[in-house]
């Protein structure tokens, strides 16, 4: 997700121009805006001008006009006042634009965040979209609050107080503006290097919050497996390589502070000399020369400042392309173009001839290869399929359970079914309908998975039941417990529906967690339930609750269960044993156990001796 920075800075232009045309709330009046800055940038020359004439025709053979200084104090006040107001209703207006901006950008990069496929969210690191959404976003509206208004105020102050140098004094005028082009060269090259030192540092920050977010999510495990020196070690490691980045990005910075004020010094030396230099025709009055040395002092003031927006500039610049990239990513589940509607009736399941192989993983050292030109390419090489040919045909209505040793293709089943992975190869359907035809709220109104870790939300268990169904009071909410049949463990908390469940359901047991989320999943009424190892990280009592409730939910529905535990297939009309992505045994589970040679029967027997 990082652009390729060229050389020319096209990158830079690229992004902006996209940030201009992505957000139109940033382009809202900013005529009207540019107007209020022009006024207000014609109050830098007010000083100037008026200094020329009170030296050159307010002071007169030693004489003082009092009466004319005083008038040209008066103006003075009275245009410093409206061009301030001017400069003040600018920043207004641009303020208030940028945060209409941004608020519009959170808010797409938080519909992108919901819109990415799970598997999306599994290879992208979770530091990385959370720096995204917030440090990434805060860089651009630390920019928008100064670095923005400074770039719009500084360009039209310079280009008024130029036109007015060359209606003063063209030749001290082009000498002001021969000398600073000298810093164009010198000012090119430190942004490129800012920009690249910046780069640098938002990834190091990306990459030190998701270090910081693992150990905040891991600290359970870490403490149990003594891990804290590693981890540490590696979260202090993740802090310094973001610290050294940012030291080197301040020393760019620095010399390029530097650089402007030798340039702004020189400038001025040069004028005052050339000025008192000059005789004849083209001598120049003490007035004008004055006159003019305040306004190269104000052409040149800019670049007192100019290092500091630079510097906050290739900050928000580098934000931008990040920000730019998450939104420019697609999901990799797109949304049919002409939709077809599920059918009312109850839904049956069809894999057709699938065929589904995960992505290819980076490749490593070894699968590098170097071809006829010298350059080093991966080497062709594929992943296994997970599934090939797959063909299956579940009823409606009907509860089977897939079943088979680790690898076997099990949760692969399930995604495919609830459409967080598409196939490689084939067809997934869903009441006859291809699952790429259907749309996602149809199908995600229709169709529930229960996923092998349970989350919840960091509020209570009426809220999280809530989610799925906004509409349902408290008493429809413990009438699901009830017909779940597990009312008597939700009265036999304190605070019942209003018992806070903690960061994740922290303040829950695991099997109670999958208590909330089961009940979370009556309350949506799916049509279609997929359970990917449910039971699976609970002890044998809480098992035993567990499926009871699931035999509930299940019922009238078409439910497919993907079972580590026996106990739970058991229970199910219909058993699928996977091996290598294949079926090997189909039917119900106490003919299956007569086989005595039979894969579930010997996978049976070892579960039992193993409990």
């Not at 938080?110 to 999306?120: E, F, I, K």
């Not at 403490?223 to 981890?231: D, P, T």
């Not at 790429?436 to 809220?463: K, M, N, Y």
């Not at 039971?535 to 009592?541: G, I, R």
């Amino acid at each position: 997700m990082t652009p390729v920075t060229t050389p020319d800075g096209s990158a830079r232009t690229s992004s902006l121009r996209r940030a201009w045309h992505g957000v139109p709330e940033f382009r809202i009046g900013w005529r009207t805006t540019l107007a209020y800055a022009l006024i207000g940038a014609l109050g830098r020359l007010v000083v100037p001008l008026l200094i020329r004439q009170a030296v050159d025709e307010g002071f007169r053979s030693g004489d003082v006009r009092v009466g004319y200084v005083g008038m040209l104090c008066g103006v003075g006040a009275a245009g410093l006042v409206v061009t301030s107001i001017a400069s003040r209703t600018a920043i207004v207006r641009l303020g208030s634009t940028s945060e209409r901006g941004l608020g519009v950008l959170r808010e797409r990069i938080v519909q992108r965040l919901l819109g990415l496929s799970l598997q999306q969210h599994g290879e992208l690191p979770r530091g990385v979209l959370v720096s995204r959404a917030t440090s990434d976003v805060e860089t651009l509206s630390e920019f928008f609050s100064w670095a923005a208004i400074a770039w719009i105020t500084n360009a039209v102050v310079m280009t008024v107080v130029a036109i007015a140098m060359v209606l003063l004094d063209w030749r001290l005028a082009l000498l002001t503006l021969a000398l600073s082009a000298l810093i164009v060269p010198f000012m090119r090259t430190m942004q490129r290097r800012l920009r690249t030192a910046h780069a640098e540092v938002r990834e190091h920050v990306g990459s030190y919050l998701g270090q910081v977010a693992e150990l905040v999510s891991a600290a359970p495990l870490i403490r149990a497996y003594r891990a804290e020196g590693a981890v540490g070690t590696s979260t202090v490691a993740a802090s310094d390589r973001r610290r050294r980045a940012s030291v080197r990005a301040g020393a760019q910075s620095a010399v390029l502070g530097i650089g402007n004020q030798f340039f702004e010094v020189a400038i001025v030396v040069a004028v005052i000399v050339f000025g008192l230099n000059r005789s004849g025709a083209t001598a120049i009055s003490a007035g004008t020369l004055v006159g003019f040395v305040f306004l190269v002092s104000r052409f040149l003031e800019p670049l007192g400042e100019l290092s500091e927006v630079v510097d906050q500039t290739q900050r928000a610049i580098s934000g931008i392309d990040r920000i730019l990239d998450l939104l420019d990513l697609p999901s990799d589940l797109a949304e049919p173009a002409d939709p077809r509607r599920l059918p009312s009736e109850p839904l049956t399941i069809d894999f057709d001839t699938v065929g589904f192989r995960y992505p290819q993983r980076a490749p490593d050292e070894a699968s590098l290869v170097e071809d006829g030109g010298g350059v080093v390419t991966p080497a062709e090489h594929d992943e296994p399929f997970a599934l090939e040919g797959f063909e299956l045909h579940i009823a409606a209505t009907t509860t089977v359970a897939i079943v088979g040793a680790t690898g076997s293709g099990k949760s692969t089943i399930a995604r495919l079914i609830a459409r967080t992975l598409d196939p490689t190869t084939g067809t997934v359907r869903l009441g006859g309908i291809p699952l790429t035809e259907i749309a996602s709220s149809d199908l995600r109104r229709r169709l529930q998975l229960v996923p092998q870790e349970p989350f919840l939300f960091d509020t209570t268990i009426g809220a999280n039941v809530a989610l799925a169904n906004p509409d349902l009071d408290r008493a429809a909410q413990t009438a699901i417990f009830d017909d779940l049949g597990i009312g008597d463990w939700l009265r036999s908390l304190p605070l019942g529906l209003d018992t806070e469940v903690g960061e994740r359901g922290a303040l829950l047991s695991a099997g109670e967690r999958q208590l909330v989320v089961l009940a979370r999943t009556r309350a949506s009424n799916p049509d279609v339930l997929v359970l990917d190892e449910a039971t699976s990280s609970v002890d044998a009592t809480t098992e035993a609750r567990l499926a009871e409730t699931i035999v509930h939910l299940a019922s009238g529905r078409t439910t497919v269960v993907i079972a580590h535990r026996l106990t739970t297939a058991a229970r199910a009309d219909r058993v699928i044993v996977m091996r290598d992505g294949a079926i090997v045994e189909d039917g119900p589970p106490h003919e299956l156990l007569r086989r005595d040679a039979g894969e579930y029967a010997r996978l049976w027997s070892a579960w039992r001796a193993a409990h």
